[in-house]
């Protein structure tokens, strides 16, 4: 049954207060980025969720979300403070909370965010999304993680923890932790259904999913 382009079922809107969204401060070589990110923050703000993101202007970071305030989304940013002067422009939007590390940026985002959506980007954007994983593994966090296929840009990112997997470096039922669709609806959808997979091992409380 597909959602994407009507209203969602009772209850399934209002499992999220708050989406957080990785991705570039760069737009990248093809328009689509940009355009399917402020699609996402579009979205987000028409399903009624805030929005948790980097809290800069540039790239990806300022399409999302100045798409989303402009939908009337609560747009939360936050930045460490050596970034602050090279992210924050004029056109920066929202509420911006400037932290003094990279570290805390992370631990506040997850704080913030009731599930992540990664956008394409570079090496921080990767990190962030890893290490978001990760914590779901340690037993950290519970919240869904999603991928915005945008052209095909994680494929080989997926095909890497395939051969992870393959390679006995990652447990086969650990891909089921990542969410994946093309269209920003379409991933807003699947990680309102989202159910972590069973038997997941959280290696810190040790408890059994």
């Not at 840009?153 to 470096?169: A, P, R």
């Not at 990680?191 to 959280?202: F, S, W, Y």
């Amino acid at each position: 049954m597909n959602y994407s382009s009507g209203v969602e079922p009772a209850g399934m809107q209002n499992r999220f207060s708050r989406i957080c969204v990785y991705c570039g401060a760069s737009n990248g070589i093809a328009g689509d980025y940009a355009q399917q990110a402020s699609a996402l923050g579009a979205e987000i703000a028409r399903r009624g969720y805030g929005l948790v993101y980097g809290g800069g202007d540039l790239g990806l970071m300022g399409a999302v979300s100045w798409a989303a305030f402009a939908g009337g989304a609560a747009v939360h940013g936050i930045i460490p403070q050596p970034l602050a002067q090279k992210e924050i422009t004029s056109e920066s939007v929202g509420h911006i909370e400037i932290v003094e590390t990279m570290h805390q940026r992370k631990a506040r985002m997850t704080e913030l965010a009731d599930a992540f959506i990664a956008l394409p980007g570079g090496f921080g954007t990767l990190e962030e999304l890893c290490e978001t994983i990760t914590w779901i593994q340690l037993g950290i966090h519970r919240k869904p993680v999603g991928l915005l296929n945008v052209n095909g840009f994680f494929d080989l990112f997926q095909q890497l923890i395939d051969h992870q997997i393959d390679q006995g470096f990652i447990p086969a039922k650990y891909r089921g932790l990542l969410v994946v669709e093309e269209q920003p609806a379409a991933l807003l959808d699947s990680l309102t259904r989202h159910e972590m997979p069973a038997g997941i091992i959280q290696w810190i409380t040790q408890e059994q999913a």
